[in-house]
């Protein structure tokens, strides 16, 4: 953990990843969103 201002930044390394089909999880603004195609 690093301080960033009023915030923390936690910083990590990815160790298994695993795609499947569906939609991504999409966390922005206080709530979960959907992705639109352009």
Do not use: N, S
């Not at 910083?11 to 206080?30: H, S």
């Amino acid at each position: 953990r690093v301080p960033g201002g009023d915030h923390w930044v936690v910083m990590g390394a990815v160790q298994k990843v695993t795609l499947t089909e569906g939609a991504p999880l999409v966390y922005f603004r206080g709530g979960y969103r959907a992705l639109r195609e352009a």
